[in-house]
């Protein structure tokens, strides 16, 4: 599904990305992990074209994701959920998530979002997609309250519902975890797995809890500064001795 090789990034004299070699077959889950610094983000962005590598290649679905402009990564199939959240506050969830469809054939839907005329039936037809996305996320009776307000644990959901607007092939997932409770990362994990299924996308998973990487994940990409230093199954790369060094260290044990 995703194949990147011998990918370099520079800005600069710094290397962020140093030869950076990895593919995510169909349907997997691929955990991206590493310190800060490591270039996890940077090669995120890569994908999503927010930067150019200097060399190397990044083959989508056997298309070349280089040679397309930034807003065609989206309707090629790749969505993304952010580290930060990315949603607008004073929006209901359920235009939140609407919102997830504007990378598709969808040529009325802001005519439909400011209510003008001609809109309506696109409106509902898009309404009634994201409702389905919303029950399936347990999100169904927070749909007309805006955003603002909502538990941190409840917004991570809805971007993760806006993203499956754009019935991706691909999700990038940064950090989902990030902010949730010991309880709440352990659903969201059996989620990941339960929309992946469904849905039938692949993940790329960049995340600093190891107990949700290890658990989820097909296999695992371990990256420092910029190279990649282990690459295999989860179990692997949690008793690799670059792994163990530059990252995990005494909690590798207990995380595979």
């Known amino acids: 599904m995703l194949e990147v090789n011998d990918l370099v990034l520079r800005f600069g004299g710094v290397t962020a990305l140093d030869s950076i070699t990895f593919s995510v077959r169909d349907s997997e889950i691929c955990g991206l992990i590493g310190p800060n610094g490591a270039g996890k983000t940077s090669l995120f962005n890569c994908v999503t074209r927010i930067y150019r ?67 309506h039936r696109a409106r509902r037809r898009l309404e009634g997609e994201a409702w389905d996305l919303l029950t399936e996320l347990d999100l169904a009776d927070v749909a007309f309250r805006p955003a ?23 999700l990038l997932l940064d950090e989902p975890a990030g902010g949730l409770t010991h309880s709440e990362v352990h659903d969201l994990g059996q989620l990941i797995v339960r929309l992946k299924n469904t849905f039938a996308f692949s993940a790329l998973l960049v995340e600093h809890h190891m107990g949700l990487v290890m658990g989820i994940s097909d296999h695992v990409v371990a990256m420092d500064f910029g190279r990649t230093i282990a690459d295999g199954a989860p179990s692997e790369v949690a008793h690799s001795p670059q792994v163990i060094t530059s990252y995990l260290g005494s909690t590798a044990e207990s995380a595979a």
């Open 53 to 119: 590598p200097s060399s190397g290649t990044i083959r989508f679905d056997g298309d070349d994701l280089l040679a397309l402009r930034r807003h065609q990564i989206v309707r090629r199939g790749v969505a993304r959920t952010f580290q930060n959240l990315a949603l607008f506050p004073s929006m209901t969830v359920l235009d939140n998530t609407v919102l997830g469809a504007h990378s598709r054939s969808t040529p009325h839907l802001l005519p439909s979002l400011l209510g003008w005329p001609g809109g």
């Open 148 to 170: 603002h307000g909502l538990p941190f644990g409840t917004l991570k959901r809805v971007e993760l519902a806006r993203a499956l607007m754009s019935t991706p092939k691909l």
